[in-house]
């Protein structure tokens, strides 16, 4: 498949990054690198482009916004004044309601999984893909061996409902799920825990 980009669609996703990119100014990933947070949401975007090429750019641009609602304040309204209707609808749907308590929010993301639609679902996929190799490249301050466990297992429940939209996401899902478990493991025969 070759990849053919028009100026409308350049437009739009470096419109996205610019979005996300003054949204996000303030924070910084949860790990001792302390990275931007844009980090994050670019990657989940290649990540969708490399294994599914032939994606929508409002995807692709949903994809860069995905945490503009639920961790900056943006509005579904904003989204839509900016872009359109199709990218405003699939960021609502992989975003969290921040007035919920964490356990209620986790959980719910496991119950709305099958309900989401195809292209939320890509967005979602590629999230926790990038979500886990976080916890081998750049672990949260403060968490331990059980909690990063915790969070695979979690993650893998979250997917499962998503992985019917791409082989490669859910192939790579599996590898870094296998890859956390595995060093994580290791690291526990090593000291002993």
């Known amino acids: ?51 599914e090429p032939a994606t929508a750019e409002d995807v692709l641009c949903a994809a860069i916004l995905h945490d ?3 961790d900056c304040g943006a509005t579904h309204g904003e ?13 609502l ?10 356990d209620e929010r986790k959980a719910m993301q496991i119950q709305m999984a099958p309900k989401l639609s195809n292209d939320a679902k890509l967005v979602r996929l590629a999230d926790k893909i990038a979500n886990v190799g976080a916890m081998l ?3 949260p301050i403060g968490w331990d061996r059980s ?12 997917v ?3 992985r019917s939209v791409s082989q490669g996401l859910s192939d790579r899902f599996d590898a ?3 890859d956390v478990r595995a060093w994580h493991a290791g690291e526990a025969e090593r000291t002993g825990s």
């Not at 003054?22 to 482009?49: C, F, M, T, W």
């Not at 989204?79 to 960021?91: H, P």
């Not at 909690?147 to 979250?158: C, F, G, R």
């Open 79 to 91: 989204i839509l004044a900016c872009f359109n209707e199709n990218i405003a609808n699939i960021v």
């Open 176 to 178: 870094i799920i296998r």
């Open 1 to 51: 498949y070759v990849f053919t980009m028009t100026v409308r669609t350049m437009q739009l996703l470096l419109k996205s990054v610019d979005f996300a990119a003054r949204a996000h100014r303030d924070q910084r990933r949860k790990g001792p690198a302390r990275e931007p947070y844009i980090n994050h949401p670019i990657e989940v975007s290649r990540l969708i482009v490399e294994c």
């Open 137 to 139: 490249t750049d672990t």
């Open 160 to 162: 499962a409902p998503c």
């Open 93 to 102: 749907e992989v975003s969290d309601d921040k007035a919920l308590p964490r």
């Open 68 to 70: 503009v609602i639920e």
């Open 147 to 158: 909690q990063i466990l915790q969070y695979a297992d979690w993650a893998e429940n979250v």
